[in-house]
């Protein structure tokens, strides 16, 4: 069974910096790229950033560029998304997902991790 679970959201004041994680299972990790996504309240969800199968190219949204990383670690099924120099408008619940041809598994959303950015 597929799943990915999300984790590492919290509370931080604006400038702030956290980092989520998200372990994956059910499927051949080092052969998907790996995205995050967010969706803040009353908003659509959108695409935050992507990582190469290999971990050697990444985009991301223009909103996030030079403040959000996002790293994997194949051996340990795990994706990873550093946030730095965090604002208010990051202020999202953050998913994952995986994609492979233009497929993302899982086909449902997960539970995410909240971020909240107070001021």
């Known amino acids: 069974q597929v799943q990915l679970m999300e984790s590492g959201g919290g509370l931080v004041q604006p400038g702030g910096s956290l980092r989520l994680s998200c372990v994956a299972s059910g499927f051949a990790f080092n052969l998907y790229k790996m995205k995050w996504y967010r969706q803040a309240p009353g908003k659509e969800r959108e695409w935050v950033a992507t990582?190469?199968?290999?971990?050697?190219?990444?985009n991301y949204t223009d909103s996030v560029k030079g403040r959000f990383y996002i790293s994997r670690d194949n051996a340990e099924n795990t994706v990873y998304l550093q946030m730095n120099s965090l604002q208010p408008e990051d202020t999202a619940i953050y998913y994952c997902k995986a994609e492979i041809g233009g497929l993302e598994i899982p086909v449902s959303w997960g539970q995410g991790t909240q971020v909240t950015v107070w001021s």
């Open positions: 990582i190469s199968v290999s971990g050697l190219f990444t």
